[in-house]
T-cell receptor, first 116, second 114 residues
Framework: KAGVTQTPRYLIKTRGQQVTLSCSPISGHRSVSWYQQTPGQGLQFLFEYFSETQRNKGNFPGRFSGRQFSNSRSEMNVSTLELGDSALYLC???????????????FGPGTRLTVT | GESVGLHLPTLSVQEGDNSIINCAYSNSASDYFIWYKQESGKGPQFIIDIRSNMDKRQGQRVTVLLNKTVKHLSLQIAATQPGDSAVYFCAEKGADNYGQNFVFGPGTRLSVLP
């Protein structure tokens, strides 16, 4: 079974621009979560999508948004990029069920975003 | 590869020895925990999980111990190998909501000495 895939792997953007990152979950997984990883803050939860609906949200500004499509693929968007948005953005998928607690979660390789 | 953390706690062990990586979690309501391994340039890799109704769970060469009284989690790796060198994260999930919003620990860098 193919793992979680993320595109692009590397991206360089300028302050003020916007960016869209894509994630394809493991086949059959309906939950997709996004995390930001930086040396200073570690791994931080951004949001989770399940069946095309945002199910959970972390403490990030509204410039960070996402969506999920009917095939469970997900995108996240960051508008008005700031230097501090430079990070590794990780997507994780799981075979979560509606109304269920935590389940095994598998990560993709990440997208390295550099904002200059 | 990506810099996971510039000042992570580091554990150095001799090849063949056992490793114990510790994690203090924050939420007494957390009921599900995962250990991840992250190698340079890669995303975190699932190692083993445990639910709060268990104290111990074993996998291949790894054992996770959970002490809910002191909110402590540990990962034991038997016969540590060079390929085990990586950063290890614990992740916790609260019982107070549905979904997959995990809180991650800061990570521990494991260095295996030849």
């Amino acid at each position: 079974k193919a793992g979680v895939t993320q595109t692009p792997r590397y991206l360089i953007k300028t302050r003020g621009q916007q960016v869209t990152l894509s994630c394809s979950p493991i086949s059959g997984h309906r939950s997709v979560s996004w995390y930001q990883q930086t040396p200073g803050q570690g791994l931080q939860f951004l949001f989770e999508y399940f069946s095309e609906t945002q199910r959970n949200k972390g403490n990030f500004p509204g410039r960070f948004s996402g969506r999920q499509f009917s095939n469970s693929r997900s995108e996240m968007n960051v508008s008005t990029l700031e230097l501090g948005d430079s990070a590794l953005y990780l997507c994780a998928s799981s075979f979560s069920l509606e109304g269920s607690g935590g389940r095994e979660q598998y990560f993709g390789p990440g997208t390295r975003l550099t904002v200059t | 590869g990506e810099s996971v953390g510039l000042h992570l706690p580091t554990l150095s062990v001799q090849e063949g020895d056992n490793s114990i990586i510790n994690c203090a979690y924050s939420n007494s309501a957390s009921d599900y925990f995962i250990w991840y391994k992250q190698e340079s340039g890669k995303g975190p890799q699932f190692i083993i999980d445990i639910r709060s109704n268990m104290d111990k769970r074993q996998g291949q060469r790894v054992t996770v111990l959970l002490n809910k009284t002191v909110k402590h989690l540990s990962l034991q790796i038997a016969a540590t190998q060079p390929g085990d060198s990586a950063v290890y994260f614990c992740a916790e999930k609260g019982a107070d909501n549905y979904g997959q919003n995990f809180v991650f620990g800061p990570g521990t860098r494991l260095s295996v000495l030849p």
